[in-house]
């Protein structure tokens, strides 16, 4: 069976539900220049993906290879999703494929997607069919103008259409385009739009009367994948630019925690609009295969109190227990708290409701308000935490007369980034905000990434805080921000909060 599967415009949540669950369970995938990688993050581990980018040169692949290569595939018994940019049959050759498929006699499906165009106007405040001046809309292929393929299209008719026109692959010939367009009538001053990247952080929309478009794109260095709007609709809507004025908009914002972390933190960036860079500064490593938390199994319903300090210390506690073929019930008799919202999520996931989850975000207060709400004298309690947490949580516990025990779960170890691309944005000035949200984020990137680079840099350093911060004094006077909130979404608020000045 084979899926033709629209993969929508490029930010990876704009697929279809339909596309997602078909990218999950496909045994092959054979994947375009265009569908965002970040999609196939959700594919089987053990998937077979396959690049087929059609651009010139080595590596690219013909539609007749590619063609081959699908038939080949969905005929040796494989679940395949021909995953394409954007809707599968705009400008996707489609018929080609389907009716290879359909010879071949493999039943196929095709999963409509967000075509460019559509979503290039609505992520720009372009209404491509406001009935007050466009009650139509053409979608042309911009490389047909140029050569002998040109037959296909109709400058006359393009040039008077009453609506809007999308032209889809014409960077390299938008000057043939608004050449024609105006040499069949088209006036000087149309509304025109470029919009490359839709979707992505790094949108870019260029205006111009079609008289001066091409210049100004010349200028503005617009490349591919671009769309090419024209009429009066590309003016565009005052105050419906809504993608482009979030305050994260065309700001590149590095997340510098282990690879898990740093994917959750790119996709909260990208859901506010900006840019995120991922650059690995740990990996964490779990510690339960120690005596020690073995032991600790065994002893559990001796405890009045557990506590557990972060969402990964609860994966890797239930991860641990689950090869063991323990469940939640482990804390049957115990009762539990967390620092922060966050941690009693996680363990809400693994079916545990925390007896206790006061909204602070350091050990100390966490300590301080745990012994205001019960009395601890003599009770037995109990750290699962990371073996880098600070000692304020056992120090204020056993002033409360609490027997305290701190089992470590995991550490964080030095992981190496890509630090010289990343020194190297940094000189650019393409990085607005490097982010520490722990005090072994800070130590595992300073050993890679030079500080003076840092210091003579226009980037900004945002800490999570306190105790991140004072791993970074060794920057002096550098820090420009500290969460109010020391949590991932708190520390992204505070950085939109400074972008809106
Ligand atoms: N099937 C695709 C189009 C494939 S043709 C769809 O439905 O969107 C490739 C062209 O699509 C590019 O040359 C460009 O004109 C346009 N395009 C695709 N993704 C785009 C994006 N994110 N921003 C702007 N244009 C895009």
Redesign the pocket.
């Known amino acids: 069976m084979a899926y033709l599967v ?1 993969a929508g ?2 930010r990876a949540d704009l697929i279809t539900l339909r596309g997602a669950e078909l990218i999950k369970s496909a045994d092959c995938l054979i994947v375009d220049k ?1 569908a965002n990688p970040a999609l196939l993050e959700m594919a089987r581990q053990d998937a077979e993906i396959l690049h087929v980018p059609k651009r010139i040169g080595p590596g690219s692949y013909t539609q007749d290879q590619i063609n081959r290569i699908l038939v080949e595939k969905a005929l040796a018994g494989k679940r395949v999703v021909r995953l ?5 049959c ?3 050759r489609c018929t080609e494929e389907a009716a290879l498929l359909n010879e071949a006699g493999v039943d196929f499906e095709i999963v409509p ?1 967000i ?3 559509i ?2 106007a609505e992520y720009t405040g372009i209404m491509l069919t406001d009935r007050r001046y466009s009650s139509q809309v053409a979608f042309i292929t ?1 490389r047909e103008a140029e050569g002998k393929e040109d037959r296909n299209i109709d400058w006359g008719v393009l040039a008077h259409f009453p609506g809007t026109l999308v032209f ?4 390299g010939t938008l000057p043939t385009i608004s050449e024609q367009l105006m040499a069949h009538g088209r006036s000087a001053d149309t509304p025109v739009a470029l ?6 952080p790094t949108q870019k929309v260029v205006r111009a009367p079609l008289s001066q478009i091409v210049e100004t794109c010349g200028r503005e260095q617009i490349g ?4 090419i709007i024209v009429g009066p609709a590309a003016q565009g809507e005052a105050g419906l630019n809504w993608f482009m004025r979030k305050p994260l908009f065309g700001r590149t914002v590095v997340a510098t925690r282990d690879a898990a972390g740093n994917a959750e933190m790119a996709r909260k960036i990208v859901l506010r609009g900006g840019n995120p860079v991922e650059f690995t500064t740990m990996v964490l490593q779990p510690l339960t295969n120690r005596n020690e938390f073995l032991q600790i199994l065994t002893e559990l319903a001796g405890y009045d109190w557990v506590i557990f300090t972060s969402p990964n210390g609860v994966d890797i506690f239930f991860e641990a227990i689950g090869a063991f073929g323990k469940d939640a019930r482990v804390f049957a008799s115990v009762r539990l708290a967390t620092l922060g919202t966050k941690t009693a999520e996680r363990l809400a996931q693994y079916g545990i409701k925390a007896d206790f989850v006061p909204t602070v975000f350091t050990g100390r207060d966490l300590g301080l308000q745990l012994l205001s709400y019960a009395n601890l004298k003599d009770k037995k309690v109990l750290l699962l935490r990371s073996e880098l947490a600070s000692d304020e949580l056992v120090e204020v516990l056993r002033q409360g007369e609490a027997q305290v025990r701190d089992v470590s779960l995991y550490t964080a170890v030095l992981q190496e980034g890509k630090a010289t691309a990343l020194e190297e944005q940094i000189q650019q000035g393409r990085i607005h905000w490097l982010t520490f949200a722990s005090p072994s984020a800070v130590r595992g990137f300073f050993q890679q990434v030079r500080l003076s680079v840092v210091h003579a840099s226009t980037v900004k350093v945002a800490s999570i805080g306190p105790v991140t911060s004072r791993e970074l004094i060794p920057l002096g006077g550098r820090i420009d921000l500290e969460a109010a909130e020391h949590t991932v979404d708190g520390l992204l608020d505070a950085i939109e909060s400074a972008e809106r000045g």
């Open positions: 629209g415009p490029g265009l394409k940019g954007g809707d599968p705009i400008f996707g997607g075509t460019a165009a979503a290039a911009g889809y692959m014409g960077i919009v490359a990247n839709a979707t992505l591919p994948p671009a769309l």
